[in-house]
Each structure stands twice: as structure tokens, then as C-alpha cells.
Antibody, heavy 117, light 107 residues
Framework: EVKLVESGGGLVQPGRSLKLSCAAS????????MGWVRQAPGKGLEWIGE????????NYTPSLKDKFTISRDNAQNTLYLQMSKLGSEDTAIYYCAREVYGGFDYWGQGVMVTVSS | DIQMTQSPASLSASLGETVTIQCRASEDIYSGLAWYQQKPGKSPQLLIYGASSLQDGVPSRFSGSGSGTQYSLKISSMQTEDEGVYFCQQGLKYPLTFGSGTKLEIK
């Protein structure tokens, strides 16, 4: 069974950093591009970015390119999202997802990040 | 960025009714379109990819069609479990973008 489990969320002060993790199991992690998507409370979905199988290609949505960094550890079957200079606009549920055919076939349960003083 | 415009924003349907949700892209996306269903408190679930390919395990009452800039998702016979919010997403060009969602309820 494919499982994606995010962790590392919580309450963080404005301007601080936070690193999310996504533990993958039930499939060969090395064979898939992976991505991050977020959803502000009561709002729609926003693509953050993606990383290819060997980390040689990473794409971001332009507005987050200088704040967020995506990485992966294939030996640990784990995807990461390093977030810096956080502001209230970054308050959201963050999902990791497996990419196929330009879409996302499996999603984690999501992790809440709240940016507030 | 490619803008994805969904319509309607919300609708209600009776059990057994056929439902159609529209998604329009701001430029040709060459069938690079996916549809998702999201239920309250849950993560999105992939329904359709490549504009018309049904994801494994998704009931056959769901279907997708379209080309160019115009796409649609059809539910051939509304069921109670189909309540939720539906999103389209283009996967052709970066940044990947989603529609704003269509909330579907039982009438």
C-alpha cells in the first residue's frame, strides 16, 4: 500500500524557518518525481514545486522559489520541504504527493503549518 | 502562468442526476489536465489524468473529456459519496496550476 506521511508542522513565528518531512512507503521511491502542494484554510490548492528522481531537477512556483527548498533522500525514502522567512500567508496545510503524468496520484494526509506570533 | 477557470463554483444535484463541471485553461494545454475530488478534512484524490483517463479504483460513473482550452468532468449518476470539492489542474507548463474548485452537494 502506498503511504505518504508528512511531519514537522506546527506553530512558527513570522520570519522563522521550518522543515517538513514526508516519509514514503509501499512503492519504489527512487522511481518517482515527488511534489509539494499547499492549501490555505478554506482555500484552493497551490503547487509549491517538485523534484525529480535523482534530485538533478527541481522546479518551483516562482513566488516561492527564494523561500522554499525541496530535497529528497532516496536512501531514507523521504522528501523534504525547507521553508524560510515564513509569513502569515504561508499558513496552510502542506501536502506531499507522488507525481505521475503531470498530476498527483497519491497524497499524504497533510500537515498544518501556522505562522503567527 | 496558465490560469484555470472552473465553473460553476458550486452546485447541488439530486441522487442519480448527471453532473458536469467545466474547466477552462487560459491557453492550450494539450489534454494535460487532471481532476481531483476532495472531501472535508481529507487530502485530494486523483480521478482523471490526461483529460480522459480514469485513475485506477475510481468508479466508472466519472469521466473526463475535452481538448485545447476546454475540459469537463462528468458524473453520470450522482451518489451521496460524490459530495465534495472538485479541482482541475494543468500539468503542461510550469508552474502547475489548479482551478479554484467546484463544491458539489446533494440536493
Amino acid at each position: 500500500e502506498v503511504k505518504l506521511v508528512e511531519s514537522g508542522g506546527g506553530l512558527v513565528q513570522p520570519g522563522r524557518s521550518l522543515k517538513l518531512s514526508c516519509a514514503a512507503s509501499g512503492f519504489n521511491f527512487n522511481d518517482y518525481w515527488m511534489g509539494w502542494v499547499r492549501q490555505a484554510p478554506g482555500k484552493g490548492l497551490e503547487w509549491i514545486g517538485e523534484i525529480n528522481k535523482d534530485s538533478s531537477t527541481i522546479n518551483y512556483t516562482p513566488s516561492l522559489k527564494d523561500k522554499f527548498t525541496i530535497s529528497r533522500d532516496n536512501a531514507q525514502n523521504t522528501l523534504y520541504l525547507q521553508m524560510s522567512k515564513l509569513g502569515s500567508e504561508d499558513t496552510a496545510i502542506y501536502y506531499c504527493a507522488r507525481e505521475v503524468y503531470g498530476g498527483f496520484d497519491y497524497w499524504g494526509q497533510g500537515v498544518m503549518v501556522t505562522v503567527s506570533s | 502562468d496558465i490560469q484555470m477557470t472552473q465553473s460553476p463554483a458550486s452546485l447541488s444535484a439530486s441522487l442519480g442526476e448527471t453532473v458536469t463541471i467545466q474547466c477552462r485553461a487560459s491557453e492550450d494545454i494539450y489534454s494535460g489536465l487532471a481532476w481531483y475530488q476532495q472531501k472535508p478534512g481529507k487530502s485530494p484524490q486523483l480521478l482523471i489524468y490526461g483529460a480522459s483517463s480514469l485513475q485506477d479504483g475510481v468508479p466508472s460513473r466519472f469521466s473526463g473529456s475535452g481538448s485545447g482550452t476546454q475540459y469537463s468532468l462528468k458524473i453520470s449518476s450522482m451518489q451521496t459519496e460524490d459530495e465534495g470539492v472538485y479541482f482541475c489542474q494543468q500539468g503542461l507548463k510550469y508552474p502547475l496550476t489548479f482551478g479554484s474548485g467546484t463544491k458539489l452537494e446533494i440536493k
